[in-house]
T-cell receptor, first 110, second 113 residues
């Protein structure tokens, strides 16, 4: 079992819709969780971090964490073509390692 | 803004060559990381360092070594490059070890022939 799992996609949504990206992790001791966005040919950039159960909102982005289910999600409201990218879920594990999922490719159709 | 600079964007090397990938960060971060990124496999941690002269193995350290002589510089070394080390290499830094808030360099695409 991979430590951090994501559906590789591609996930295709129309412009203006809500995109929902999901991630599960295996280490119950993990304390911090992150979403990175990676445009084609570019390096990852941090867009959201979440440390406690519940929702965290930042503009059009909402991160959701459920530690009991070992589940993290990212919602993108009012999706725009510029949101088309690969979204990487990352988990900071015991021992200070940050482990990434393989990423979900998102396409937002104009 | 944090700046993480990788010395080479593109490299082409031959099998058996020794390869150095250099990374410098300008924000006085304690922690630095080397990942490789391959299609379908995502980012995999090779080595990380949480202090000068300290290093820890990540998930795929075989065939690699690292050097951190100064706080701002973290080097990845391929002692004898092999074709299966053809990949995108990403350096990152973070202020604290207990967080995954990483700042990445632009990446170094290495091709080993």
């Amino acid at each position: 079992q991979k430590e951090v799992e994501q559906n590789s996609g591609p996930l295709s949504v129309p412009e203006g819709a809500i995109a929902s990206l999901n991630c599960t992790y295996s280490d119950r001791g993990s304390q911090s969780f992150f979403w990175y966005r990676q445009y084609s040919g570019k390096s990852p950039e941090l867009i959201m971090s979440i440390y406690s159960n519940g929702d965290k909102e930042d503009g059009r982005f909402t991160a959701q964490l459920n530690k009991a289910s070992q589940y993290v999600s990212l919602l993108i409201r009012d999706s725009q073509p510029s949101d088309s990218a690969t979204y990487l879920c990352a988990v900071n594990m015991i021992g200070f390692k940050t482990i990434f999922g393989a990423g979900t490719r998102l396409f937002v159709k104009a | 803004d944090v700046k993480v600079t990788q010395s080479s964007r593109y490299l082409v090397k031959r099998t058996g060559e020794k390869v150095f990938l250099e990374c410098v960060q300008d924000m006085d971060h304690e922690n630095m990381f080397w990942y490789r990124q391959d299609p379908g496999l995502g980012l995999r941690l090779i080595y990380f360092s949480y202090d000068v002269k300290m290093k820890e193995k990540g998930d795929i350290p075989e065939g690699y070594s690292v050097s951190r002589e100064k706080k701002e510089r973290f080097s990845l070394i391929l002692e004898s490059a092999s074709t299966n080390q053809t990949s995108m290499y990403l350096c990152a830094s973070s202020l604290r070890p207990d967080t995954g808030e990483l700042f990445f360099g632009e990446g170094s695409r290495l091709t080993v022939l």
